[in-house]
């Protein structure tokens, strides 16, 4: 049963451009949400995080969205860079042991 | 302190054969946990611990899997007997706190192939 998901296994972007990530949920108990991002060979460095008492937060080139009600989470980076090529993760929190639950990942690819 | 390390980084073992991975959390961080991940999923959960307690263990984590954290320091993550489906990226990732928005910071993992 796949609590997290994210249906587009990749997206190519242009550099300049809105690269838009998304994320379903079905558990409404989760009360927190992350995005991480993954080079290959590497483990998962944390991007940006969001309460479910928010619904957008802000930083710097990322934007996180919340909609508790459709139970959607996305990601928006503008403007793209090459250097934002990666596998991006979507976590929503286990409010009783602080465990991840991942998504599956999108592959996103900038182009230059 | 640079962050969550894991050794080794790589391990290729045959069937049968017994592995054990360690993982340094950063210093002070009370709670380590290990995921495995595998090609075309995300990370998925195996067990944590808070200090030295493990509190929770997945059912992924068959009879074959232990893990240990003595002391509330490193941890090590032991698989007997291996099979070739324990092929898998190994992380571990520690945090500080108890609460939900404390960030887990994640080690670069230890990739196992089991021939």
């Known amino acids: 049963d796949q609590q997290v998901k994210q249906n587009s296994p990749s997206l190519s972007v242009q550099e300049g451009r809105i690269s838009i990530l998304n994320c379903d949920y079905t558990?409404?108990?989760?009360?927190?949400f992350l995005w991480y991002k993954k080079y290959p060979a590497e483990g998962p460095t944390f991007l940006i995080s969001?309460?479910?008492?928010?619904d957008k937060n802000e930083d710097g080139r990322f934007t996180v969205f919340l909609n508790k009600s459709a139970k959607h989470l996305s990601l928006h980076i503008v403007p793209s860079q090459p250097g934002d090529s990666a596998v991006y993760f979507c976590?929503?929190?286990?409010?009783?042991?602080?465990?991840?639950?991942f998504g599956t990942g999108t592959r996103l690819k900038v182009l230059a | 302190d640079t962050g969550v390390s894991q050794n080794p980084r790589h391990k290729i073992t045959k069937r049968g054969q017994n592995v054990t991975f360690r993982c340094d959390p950063i210093s002070e961080h009370n709670r380590l946990y290990w995921y495995r991940q595998t090609l075309g999923q995300g990370p998925e959960f195996l067990t944590y611990?808070?200090?030295?307690?493990?509190?929770?263990k997945s059912r992924l984590l068959s009879d074959r899997f232990s893990a240990e954290r003595p002391k509330g320091s490193f941890s090590t993550l032991e698989i007997q007997r291996t099979e070739q489906g324990d092929s898998a990226m190994y992380l571990c990732?520690?945090?500080?706190?108890?609460?939900?928005?404390?960030?887990?910071?994640f080690g670069p993992g230890t990739r196992l192939t089991v021939l």
């Open positions: 976590a929503a929190v286990d409010s009783g042991t602080y465990k991840y639950i």
């Open positions: 969001i309460s479910s008492i928010k």
């Open positions: 611990f808070q200090n030295e307690a493990q509190l929770e």
């Open positions: 558990n409404s108990m989760f009360d927190y």
């Open positions: 990732a520690s945090s500080v706190g108890t609460s939900s928005s404390n960030e887990q910071f």
